[in-house]
């Protein structure tokens, strides 16, 4: 077990940029795929983003891909989100937990495994 500490968010303007960080507590983190999720105001949770052990394999959703990069720095126990060209559509409470994998060890976007945790608000405007 590990507790995990999500941080970064805050107020931009529309086409800024956050980095979301996600810290563990244990290295075991380093031995799980993590994905980032969001929650905005009056929707479902979504799955945007999931990097596996393997860290060259990345998953995004439609709505981020091409704006958003996640990376992991295993020396930190740490997982990033580097969030570009924000949009108000990307407003939300943002989390990162350990995701399901598939048959080839690659994360599983969208499938969290586990209760939800601590997150932190991204809010886009002007």
């Known amino acids: 077990q590990f507790d995990i500490v999500v941080s970064g968010g805050g107020l931009v303007q529309p086409g800024g940029s956050l980095r979301l960080s996600c810290a563990a507590s244990?290295?075991?983190?380093?031995?799980?795929?993590i994905g980032w999720f969001r929650q905005a105001p009056g929707k479902e949770y979504e799955g945007i983003s999931c990097?596996?052990?393997?860290?060259?394999?990345?998953r995004y959703a439609d709505a981020v891909k091409g704006r958003f990069t996640i990376s992991r720095d295993t020396a930190k126990n740490t997982v990033y989100l580097q969030m570009d060209n924000l949009q108000f559509e990307d407003t939300g409470l943002y989390y990162c937990?350990?995701?399901?994998?598939?048959?080839?060890?690659?994360?599983?976007?969208?499938?969290?495994?586990?209760?939800w945790g601590q997150g932190t608000q991204v809010t886009v405007g002007s």
């Open positions: 990097i596996s052990i393997n860290p060259e394999w990345t």
């Open positions: 244990r290295s075991t983190f380093n031995m799980m795929n």
């Open positions: 937990m350990p995701v399901a994998h598939d048959d080839r060890a690659a994360c599983r976007l969208g499938e969290k495994v586990g209760p």
